[in-house]
């Protein structure tokens, strides 16, 4: 049962919202034999074409129900369904991965009787394997069975290294009319967006146009999944999905629209959300790391310094540690290529300074080692440069991180 707690003015969170919050959609997930016994094939439908726009991952290597997915949306910048396996990412597998990833998408719009570009597809899990056809097709066919039709079990079906589902849901008032925003992430190792082994997908009622959409979500991307990072590889497979379907009839929404930046707070809002779920849930971590860089010549720059300290490994080893070696957090600064005067650089931990105008201060060694111990840990910066900021999210590198990759295909 869903219940609003009130975040501010502009909008509110849905209590266990997610993407079927929006009206119009639903979702659903089976196993199709893909895994030995979790969920592994999920899907998200509107009832009726959705204004879609997506960004995908920069690997050069990217899989085919990336080209397909991309491909779908170029005809009519809708989609109506979207099908999902894990266990197995359809990527270096050639000719025959185009082939299937068409051949999933084919099965699945015939299934749902809608036209073929109306059905995005994405495959998360191991590289350089085919798809089982076979099964996916035999779950493709059960597919409306009832008892499929739930949307935990969509969260659920998309997940691979993945602890617990991620999801989130706001509403707000636009045009007298009420605008929910879902979304469904999956992701936990090999994040390192632009973009990551993430999946993202966030639905909408609102009825958005299209390139003021693409627009939109490439901006919060920028500000949100592209500040996240677990171990710094960039997968083959990501993509982040968007999808109005206008049930809300409210006046097409673009940059003209006077609420135009309430939905983008929004947007910004659940993006964000999702980010922060996936950093927490990296492989083996234990604490959440914030990162927020304040004082900066430009924007850019504040973001590349944040990400470059979530992403230094003796940063994240040392978070583990509950050891506050602040030197290497000055040294991610350094290297971050962003311009800055090491002598105006002041770091905390916490509450906690312990650098300032880059010079070390005298501090509570057991303060700051019991505050690194807590779930979430933020370290500020401050570069008294500007007054521009960013934020990034990580989280701690630990030894179940090795356990789980040195035996991920086993």
Not at 354 to 367: I, K, Q, S
Not at 370 to 396: F, K, M, R, S
Request: glycine letters at 8%; one cysteine or more; proline letters at 4%.
């Amino acid at each position: 049962m869903e219940t609003k707690t009130s975040l501010k003015e502009d909008f509110e969170v849905i209590m266990n919202g997610n993407v079927t919050s929006p009206v119009g959609f639903t979702a659903g997930g089976l196993h199709c034999g893909i895994k030995r016994r979790r969920l592994d094939l999920g899907w998200i439908y509107s009832d009726v074409p959705a204004t879609a726009a997506g960004v995908y991952t920069l690997n050069q290597f990217q899989a085919p129900p990336l080209l397909v997915t991309k491909e779908s949306i170029a005809v009519e910048n809708k989609i109506q369904a979207l099908l999902v396996n894990s266990g197995v990412a359809n990527a270096c597998t050639g000719e025959q991965g185009l082939t299937d990833a068409y051949d999933m998408q084919q099965s699945f719009s015939k299934k749902l009787g809608i036209a073929d570009h109306y059905v995005a597809v994405a495959s998360t899990g191991v590289i350089g394997v085919p798809l089982p056809m076979d099964k996916i097709k035999n779950g493709i066919a059960q597919s409306g069975d009832l008892q499929n039709q739930e949307t935990e079990r969509f969260e659920k079906a998309i997940l691979t290294t993945d602890t617990c589902v991620k999801n989130i849901a706001v509403q707000l008032e636009i045009d007298g009319k009420k605008i929910t925003i879902g979304g469904a992430a999956k992701g936990s190792g090999m994040i390192h967006p632009n973009m990551a082994t993430m999946l993202a997908f966030v639905t909408t009622d609102a009825d958005v146009a299209h390139e003021s959409l693409s627009s939109a979500l490439k901006q919060v991307t920028d500000r949100t999944y592209n500040q996240i990072t677990v171990d710094g590889d960039c997968s083959t497979n990501d993509m982040v999905l968007v999808m109005a379907n206008g049930k809300a009839q409210n006046k097409p929404l673009d940059e003209n629209h006077t609420a135009w930046p309430k939905f983008m707070e929004a947007l910004e809002y659940v993006s964000k959300s999702l980010a922060k779920q996936i950093a927490r849930d990296g492989e083996g971590a234990t604490k959440l790391l914030e990162v927020q860089v304040k004082g900066a010549a430009t924007e850019r720059g504040a973001r590349q310094i944040s990400k470059a300290i979530i992403s230094s490994n003796l940063v994240k080893t040392a978070i583990y540690g509950a050891d506050p070696n602040w030197g290497r957090i000055v040294c991610a600064i350094g290297y971050s290529e962003q311009p800055i005067q090491p002598d105006k650089v002041n770091v905390s931990l916490g509450p906690i300074p312990v650098v300032e105008n880059g010079l070390p201060l005298h501090f509570d060694e057991e303060e700051a080692t019991e505050y690194l111990q807590q779930e979430n840990v933020y370290i500020h910066v401050d570069l008294q440069q500007g007054e521009e900021e960013g934020t990034a999210w990580g989280c701690d590198l630990t030894y179940d991180y090795v356990k789980i990759n040195a035996s991920y295909r086993t």
